[in-house]
Nanobody, 125 residues
Framework: QVQLVESGGGLVQAGDSLRLSCAAS????????MAWFRQAPGKEREFVAA????????KYKDSVKGRFTISRDNAKSTAYLQMSSLKPEDTAVYYC??????????????????WGQGTQVTVSS
């Protein structure tokens, strides 16, 4: 089992920055991808960014490229999502997740089987 705990959400103004953290514990294996998804009210959960734990390779949703940066700290078993130039449309509950299978860096929701409880990010205009 893997446990994921997100933190760092909050209320910010448009243009501000925020860093989310996802602390992992349990049976962590280093060659799995970790990802951030988000879900806005009335919308489906969507992929935001992913990082392959073994080599740090990353993937991003087009609308966050250049504004968001995903990273991981192996020693702390923690993944991060640094968000800058935030927009009201970034408002959502942000979830971290760990991939089902090793080596890949998927963006499909059904490719992930461990999820955190979510952290709310609200961006005011």
């Amino acid at each position: 089992q893997v446990q994921l705990v997100e933190s760092g959400g909050g209320l910010v103004q448009a243009g501000d920055s925020l860093r989310l953290s996802c602390a992992a514990s349990g049976r962590i294996v280093s060659n799995y991808a970790m990802a951030w998804f988000r879900q806005a009210p009335g919308k489906e959960r969507e992929f935001v960014a992913a990082v392959r734990w073994s080599d740090g390779f990353t993937k991003y949703k087009d609308s966050v490229k250049g504004r968001f940066t995903i990273s991981r700290d192996n020693a702390k078993s923690t993944a991060y999502l640094q968000m800058s130039s935030l927009k009201p449309e970034d408002t959502a509950v942000y979830y971290c997740a760990r991939a089902k299978n090793p080596w890949g860096i998927p963006s499909r929701i059904d490719s992930y089987n461990y999820w955190g409880q979510g952290t709310q990010v609200t961006v005011s205009s």
